[in-house]
């Protein structure tokens, strides 16, 4: 009987060279996103740590507390009440900004770019952010058109 071993080396690269076929195999069938889907910090806040909510219940930017957090779409959102937070976990789409948080004026001409949290309107029940105030005001010359050119980029602008 003739018997065949296989070396430890041999056997650890023919392991190796499988999992690498079965990897990327499957990577096409991942959505790959070269942009994340929520703008967010180096350690992973929303809106650069201010509550969503506040803007629709106070009518202006309030930062958040991280004791009041909440995770959603793989971000952490922050508010400055437990009934903020409770609000924006019952209805989040109502609450979350337009665009993942994007600059809504970066995103009608399709690019993206980050936000000042202080740059910002409600436009029919729905956040836009904007990169700067200055930014806001170029947007706000021509909301309803921004708004038509942005929509039908996003989310496909983060592919790019």
């Known amino acids: 009987m003739i018997s065949v071993q296989i070396s430890r080396r041999n056997r650890k690269s023919t392991v ?3 999992l690498m076929m079965v990897v990327f195999y499957l990577l096409p069938l991942s959505p ?8 967010k910090t180096s350690d992973g806040v929303a809106i650069k740590g201010y509550d969503p909510v506040a803007y629709f219940t106070d009518g202006k930017p309030v930062k958040g507390n991280r004791a009041f957090e909440y995770v959603w779409m793989g971000a952490k959102w922050h508010f400055s009440s437990a009934g903020h937070k409770d609000l924006f976990i019952k209805n989040p789409e109502r609450y979350a900004p337009k665009y993942g948080g994007y600059c809504a004026y970066a995103v009608s001409v399709g690019s993206v770019a ?5 740059a910002w309107d409600i436009v029919a029940g729905r956040l836009y952010l904007n990169l700067s105030k200055k930014i806001r005001d170029k947007w706000s010359k021509d ?9 039908p980029k996003w989310p496909a602008i983060l592919k790019k």
């Open 16 to 18: 190796t060279a499988i």
């Open 143 to 151: 909301i309803p058109g921004n708004i038509k050119k942005g929509d």
């Open 114 to 118: 980050d936000i000042d949290p202080e």
């Open 32 to 39: 790959a996103y070269a942009i994340e889907p929520v703008n």
